[in-house]
């Protein structure tokens, strides 16, 4: 199974790396920056498009497609997290209902008010994903609440494919100036 998706790994990168490094590059930066990792993939896609103007959709995709499966293993971390959570609970739950009392009591008017919001709009609140802070957060979120995996993975795509479309033609817009090297 190992070498198996070693091979794969391999073949992806292989198959994203049109111009040698750029797009596998984009790739795993716009994958990484999914995750709660404070990494920001906007200026490695942008600098790949200026200085290859003919990229600009295979790089908005690629991005897109990174950023994207980093959403969904953000997701898969928040509902890990509640398994884990409710076994926990199972186990050690037996006579606690004064400890989940005080937890909902503790968790606050933010935490109902975010609860009640993304169970109100269900899968299409991961279309917002892709806005800083809240966005990486929002995945694991849905994952924690068992949103519906795959209408939740098409609203994160949606918004995060938008979101490189318009900021990166906006920055060739704004920096239309050549790069010299």
Known sequence: MEAWLRSSIHWLLAALALPRVGLSAIFIVSLVSATILPLGSEP?????????PHMFWPAVLVATLGNTLGGAVSYAMGLGAEKGYERWREKHGHGHADVEAQRRKSAG???????????????????FSWLPVVGDPLCVVAGWLKLPFWPSVFFM?????????IMTAALLWFFPEAVHG
């Open 109 to 127: 008017r933010w935490h109902r008010q975010i609860s009640d919001w993304v169970h109100r709009f269900g899968p299409a609140a991961l279309f």
């Open 157 to 165: 795509a949606l918004g995060k494919f938008l979101r490189y479309l």
């Open 44 to 52: 490695a896609v942008f600098g790949y498009v200026k200085l290859s």
